[in-house]
């Protein structure tokens, strides 16, 4: 008989419920009672029946329906996505010349001396680098600053170039590369942190800009049934600096705030946060049960596929069949040295890291940077991004150091085959483990990287569980089956292992004293878009 608090609970749901408890398995129970925020019983219907009261509301879930507990993206960078929306899109062009027409459509409708921004285009999908001197083709004098898919590369005008003070006799930043022809002359592309000499000159949106967007967005998210986003940047080095951390903390304040969200510290806004005496999971705003939190310290070991920036132990696979670059082997964004001192400075004053870390030789060197045991003595548990390649030594550190892997499936749509290019016979050994990751002991977590892709969570799941993509061309075949997750695995990574990662024992599940965190959806989880979402046991979006 299941038991709660006094009094009869406010809602009972009985149908399909997954309530993931346990360490393995759906957890499927045929019922579960909700009083407040949290969920005081589960168990069989004629149970959780009995703790009804006169006011009690009863939703009963239809015969081709499931409820499960509501998803957590631990890799959304919201505020920028819901920014990048306003942008010029390049995610659909085909090519360069179908980018460039949209480039001169932006410029006939921008006022004189504004900045184009947009994201979106790939070298791999365009079969090449673009130029400065293509932009000036079609946007002549405008400064323009667009990002590569993956935000490791921008594409920048002439006129950029100028006011960033970017030419022939301009050395490349630590971490970062300009991109140059034959004479030595910029091309109009850089890579990694060399980005933010341009970055640094566009204008800002404001804080009230932020705000509308992240509402706009973060009601969106909510109807995909994401309750709780990890934002994996920035907060500002002072309050004083307008950002998407106090438009978090001013929506949170005032109630506004769709969403849960942890968000991140950069690196150049850490000696901000120690002298504020910030620590991971500290609110932002005055709200003591705030929405909005303090996450993780986050640092860049190296770059993209995409962008052939991630650092590898072995050079990158030639493209096209032509001579790969000599040292072809991504580039370091933090070297190794810089990581493991960041993490422990942070650790030390109760800041937990996360590390993004692409290649194989990046990913080692994250973990490396988490042995010392300073770094594993916090709630918030340290992480790696993406680990998009792991080489097999490495894959049972992760669980031995409970080293989460923050993980974001959906990648695989668009990188397969550029992965098989880029790394040869590495990529179907070594490439999205997850399955191997999971089976040595590794907690997984996952999430979406919007804007880098887009927010709905739905197809990144489906992946984890085939390998393959409906948008691949007849006859690609799944990329390495073995590395496939089972679908309580795959729920449990979208919904619980975030939790986990933050420490949280009230979240991630539908069991008494968690959360009441419930999305309701069609069985087959083919349908996007949840009939129902409940944050804090109230109804958060309907259909």
Aim: charged residues 20%; proline residues 8%; hydrophobic residues 45%.
């Amino acid at each position: 008989m299941p038991t709660g608090p006094a009094g009869p609970a406010d809602l009972v749901v009985v149908g399909r419920i997954l309530t993931l408890a346990g360490s393995h398995g759906l957890g499927e129970v045929g019922g579960i009672a909700i009083r407040g925020r949290r969920v005081i019983a589960a168990g069989a219907p004629s149970d959780i029946e009995a703790l009804s009261g006169p006011r009690t509301r009863r939703l009963v879930l239809d015969p081709g329906e499931l409820a499960l507990p509501g998803l957590t993206d631990s890799h959304l960078h919201l505020a920028d996505a819901a920014i990048a929306l306003g942008e010029l899109q390049l995610a659909d062009a085909p090519d360069l010349a179908d980018g460039l027409d949209r480039v001169r459509l932006a410029d006939a409708a921008a006022q004189p001396g504004a900045w184009i921004t947009g994201n979106g285009w790939a070298v791999d999908r365009w079969g090449g680098w673009p130029m400065a001197a293509d932009l000036a083709r079609v946007a002549p004098g405008r400064p323009v600053a667009l990002w590569a898919h993956d935000h490791h590369a921008l594409w920048v005008s002439e006129a950029a170039l100028a006011i960033a003070g970017i030419d022939r006799g301009r050395a490349d930043p630590p971490g970062g590369a300009i991109r140059r022809d034959a004479a030595g002359m910029p091309t109009g592309i850089l890579q990694e942190s060399a980005t933010a000499l341009v970055t640094g000159r566009v204008p800002a949106p404001s804080v009230e800009d932020y705000e509308e967007a992240i509402r706009w967005l973060g009601r969106d998210l909510v109807g995909y049934g994401v309750v709780a986003v990890h934002d994996p940047g920035t907060l500002r080095p002072s309050p004083a600096i307008g950002g998407p951390d106090v438009a978090y903390g001013n929506l949170a304040d005032r109630h506004e705030l769709p969403v849960r969200i942890h968000v991140s510290i950069r690196s150049e806004g850490l000696d901000g946060a120690l002298g504020r005496g910030l620590r991971s999971g500290a609110v932002l705003g005055g709200d003591p049960q705030s929405r909005a939190r303090i996450g993780w310290l986050k640092l860049f070991a190296d770059g993209s596929l995409g962008s052939r920036t991630a650092a590898m132990l072995e050079p990158f696979e030639p493209p096209g069949g032509s001579p790969s670059d000599p040292g072809d082997t991504g580039i370091w964004v933090t070297n190794p040295e810089q990581l493991a001192e960041l993490a422990a400075q942070a650790a030390r004053s109760g800041i937990a890291t996360q590390i993004h870390a692409i290649g194989d030789a990046a990913v080692r060197s994250a973990l490396d940077a988490f042995e010392p045991p300073v770094t594993r003595s916090l709630a918030y548990r340290a992480r790696i991004e993406h680990a998009q390649l792991v080489d097999p030594a490495d894959i049972a550190r992760f669980g031995a150091l409970g080293v989460i892997a923050s993980i974001q499936p959906v990648h695989l749509r668009a990188d397969a085959e550029q992965a098989r290019r880029a790394w040869g016979a590495r990529a179907e050994r070594s490439a999205y483990a997850w399955g191997s990751l999971l089976r040595s002991g590794a907690t997984l977590a996952f999430g979406t990287d919007a804007p880098v892709e887009p927010i709905d969570p739905w197809p990144g799941i489906a992946l984890a569980m085939s390998r393959r993509s409906p948008e691949w061309p007849a006859g690609i075949r799944a990329f390495g089956p073995d590395e496939a997750l089972s679908l309580d695995a795959t729920l449990r990574a979208a919904c619980l292992g975030p939790a986990q990662a933050e420490g949280s024992v009230d979240r991630g599940r539908l069991t008494a004293g968690q959360l009441a965190d419930v999305i309701v959806i069609g069985a087959d989880l083919s349908a996007s878009r949840p009939r129902l979402v409940l944050l804090d046991g109230k109804v958060a979006y309907e259909a």
